[in-house]
């Protein structure tokens, strides 16, 4: 069995890499951060308060969340470029501080861990989901590059974007998630640390390969 846990803040392209990788050894790539992004489109839509347990607890009951293809699945729609947005993004950290949410998430996200080998990238994936993960690295970047980043993103794909905002938007959710009470965001300690500032996107994608390859090796 090999499951790679990568954790660490937005906008450190996880969700890219992890992706990448995963093809690269031929096993499942999950994205755990899109179900909580899945989840705050979705509370957004309906108006439930994120604070209101209640309201979140009865969403939760109705909803149904599914990757088909490396798309994102929402109650049966693909949502999968809806939930991309700095919008979404601070409604999914509003919703993952309840714990009833992350329960949900983690709870699919260990059944796929069990039953295939897979990459599964997040914020609490080698802390709280698999602990006992085979591979566990911790990636990070500073903030200026990850804002420039998805600002880069957004443009590229005809949006309009500030930078300014964006960097406001990324130092909020880095407090937030490290902040939180349930699962906050931290580096477990036997994760390998990896700082993408200085790398190319195929270069992050080498440097996580390589260190997948020296621990199964090991």
Do not use: N
Not at 3 to 11: N, Q, T
Not at 19 to 46: H, N, P, Q
Not at 119 to 143: H, L
Not at 146 to 157: G, N, V
């Amino acid at each position: 069995m090999l499951r790679v846990a990568i954790d660490g803040p937005g906008g450190t392209g996880k969700s890219t890499i992890a992706k990448a990788v995963a093809e690269r050894f031929g096993i499942e790539y999950i994205d755990t951060g899109a179900m909580y992004r899945a989840l705050g489109l979705k509370s957004k839509r309906l108006a439930v308060d994120p604070a209101d347990e209640s309201e979140v607890r009865t969403m939760l009951d109705d909803t149904v969340i599914d990757f088909s293809g490396g798309r994102t699945m929402l109650d049966g729609e693909d949502v999968s470029g809806l939930i991309r947005t700095g919008e979404i993004s601070m409604a999914a950290s509003d919703i993952s501080k309840l714990a009833i949410v992350r329960a949900k998430v983690d709870e699919v996200s260990r059944h796929l861990a069990a039953t295939k080998d897979v990459v599964m990238e997040g914020r609490d994936i080698g802390t709280t989901v698999i602990p006992d993960a085979e591979v566990k690295i911790f990636m990070t970047a500073s903030p200026e590059i990850r804002a420039k980043r998805r600002y880069d993103q957004l443009i590229e794909a005809g949006k309009e974007a500030d930078y300014d905002q964006i960097y406001k938007e990324t130092m909020e959710r880095d407090y937030q998630d490290s902040h939180r009470e349930v699962s906050p965001l931290r580096q477990a300690e036997d994760a390998v640390l990896l700082d993408t500032s200085d790398l190319t996107l195929e270069g992050s994608i080498d440097a996580v390969a390589r260190i997948i390859t020296e621990k199964t090796q090991k």
